[in-house]
């Protein structure tokens, strides 16, 4: 199978070629629906997040709030409190199970979502966008934690893609859908229940949003929790109290950690612009229908997810380049579509590039999650995996806060479009540059894991 040949870590560890490796047993069907649980959850947090993105244009419209606040809201309060909350979520993950830390997270960015329906003022605003951004904190890290535990080594890369594909699939359809939700709310005022009438339309997409967390909740408590199942491979470090510690880790791998950090923030900072910025900058620069943006967009996401899941296994398979160096070449394959964004002259062709930026950016980001769980041992893998997801967490703040600052100085209608091309195509340069170093100290650290000897030692 194509997914199968394109381990993550094929290229950069010869442990799969084991006959070991290919005696593993396969997961049993609990597994896969732990898996389809993750996904659920996640494309659960992807609309929750996508939809204060969609309602943007009404916002202002009902609240008089600024691009500098909007750019605030998507990119201030969700990165820095998730940034805050990262760590400490994936160390009590780590040390008090995983589904728990999950469960806990979709209630919180529920009701968080809920609250943010009632609000009059920017200030309640923030504080609902801090209220997601903490429950949505832990999402990554606990979710690409619990994929190890849940399948083998030789299915964990075909679970990663399945993951990654099927959650930004969802994420593409839930935007489609949160679209069409708001052009219905846009166009049925007069059929909603009495007791909705004269209320604005983004609080009821807010609302709307907010209503299936109980559901969720009911799915994450009957995954199952796979530290239980029984080709979970136990490398106990009760042998010596150092190998459960951190920090130890942490600085014997400094310079990979802070190379992977540094090239994260770089990737997801033009990666979040076009979700993040479209539904503003194309009214602005085409006199389009805001809430018409949804769909559309959407339907971009989906294709450009289809192209990116694909293309990696291919590249793998054909070019049979490790995974970093792959990577390295869809970023930088990235940065040309990107600096036509200004010169686009329809909607369509601003789509067009969004697909293709996102093509290139998802068959990049597909890769990581593998490289990521073969950077740290079991044990540290969630704590690592946090740190590592607060780089993508300040590039959502970098990301809308610079465009918003940009766009402001420039005159026209074309403003946002410029903005997110000055801001993305320095930062695909930097994220293929970060990689080519990377490689190196990577390869290092995975060599230290998996060998199983005493790195994390001071």
């Known amino acids: 199978m194509a997914m199968e040949s394109a381990s993550l870590a094929i290229a950069i560890s010869p442990a799969d070629d084991e006959p070991a490796a290919i005696a593993a047993p396969k997961a049993p069907a609990s597994a896969w629906y732990g898996l389809f649980v993750l996904v659920m959850a996640t494309l659960f947090a992807y609309v929750d997040r996508q939809i204060l993105n969609l309602v943007a244009p009404s916002l202002q419209a009902s609240l008089g709030i600024t691009d500098l606040q909007i750019g605030m809201l998507q990119g201030l309060g969700m990165a820095i409190f998730a940034s805050v909350a990262s760590y400490p979520l994936g160390w009590l993950a780590d040390r008090f199970g995983r589904r728990l830390l999950l469960a806990i997270g979709v209630a919180c960015w529920s009701l ?16 609902g966008t801090i209220g997601i951004a903490v429950g949505e904190a832990g999402l990554a890290p606990i979710v690409y934690a619990m994929i190890p535990d849940l399948f ?54 807010m609302m709307a949003v907010a209503l299936p967390g109980p559901l969720f ?20 470090a009760s042998a010596d109290p150092t ?36 539904p503003l900058a194309l009214p602005r620069a085409f006199g389009i229908d805001p809430s018409a943006i949804g769909v559309a967009l959407g339907s971009a996401i989906a294709v450009a997810t289809l192209i990116g899941v ?35 002259t329809s909607p369509f062709q601003a789509y067009a590039v969004a697909t293709i930026v996102g093509a290139m950016g998802v068959a990049a980001s597909a890769l990581i999650p593998g490289l990521l769980q073969d950077l740290a041992p079991p044990h540290l893998r969630a704590r690592a995996l946090a740190i590592l997801s607060i780089a993508a967490a300040l590039a959502l703040a ?16 074309r403003s946002i479009l410029q903005a997110i ?26 060599r230290a894991n998996q060998s199983q000897l005493p790195e994390d030692q001071a």
């Not at 880790?249 to 990979?256: D, E, F, L, S, V």
């Not at 160096?325 to 010169?343: C, G, Y």
Request: charged share 10%; glycine share 6%; proline share 6%.
């Open 112 to 127: 968080a979502t809920g609250f943010t329906a009632f609000q009059n003022s920017f200030g309640g605003l923030f504080m």
């Open 152 to 205: 083998p080594e030789r299915q964990r890369s075909t679970a990663n893609f399945i993951f990654y594909g099927a959650s930004l699939l969802g994420a593409g359809a839930g935007m489609a859908l949160a679209g069409a939700l708001l052009q219905w709310l846009a166009g049925s005022q007069h059929d909603v229940p009495a007791w909705l009438a004269g209320i604005d339309t983004w609080r009821m997409a």
């Open 217 to 236: 909740l009911l799915l994450v408590a009957t995954m199952p929790l796979g530290k239980r199942l029984p080709f979970q491979r136990q490398e106990s």
């Open 243 to 278: 190998m459960v510690a951190f920090l130890p880790y942490a600085k014997r791998h400094r310079r990979a950690l802070a190379l992977f950090f540094c090239m994260i923030l770089a990737m997801n900072v033009p990666l979040t612009a076009s979700l993040t910025w479209f």
């Open 310 to 344: 694909i293309l990696p296994a291919i590249a793998l398979k054909l070019w049979r380049g490790s995974a970093l160096t792959t990577a390295q070449a869809f970023i930088a394959l990235a940065a040309v579509p990107a600096a036509v964004l200004p010169f686009v």
């Open 398 to 413: 970098a990301s809308p806060m610079a465009i918003g600052i940009i766009s402001s100085q420039i005159v026209g209608p």
């Open 421 to 446: 091309t000055i801001v993305s195509v320095p930062c695909l340069v930097a994220a293929a540059i970060l990689m080519a170093f990377a490689k190196r100290p990577y390869a290092a650290t995975v």
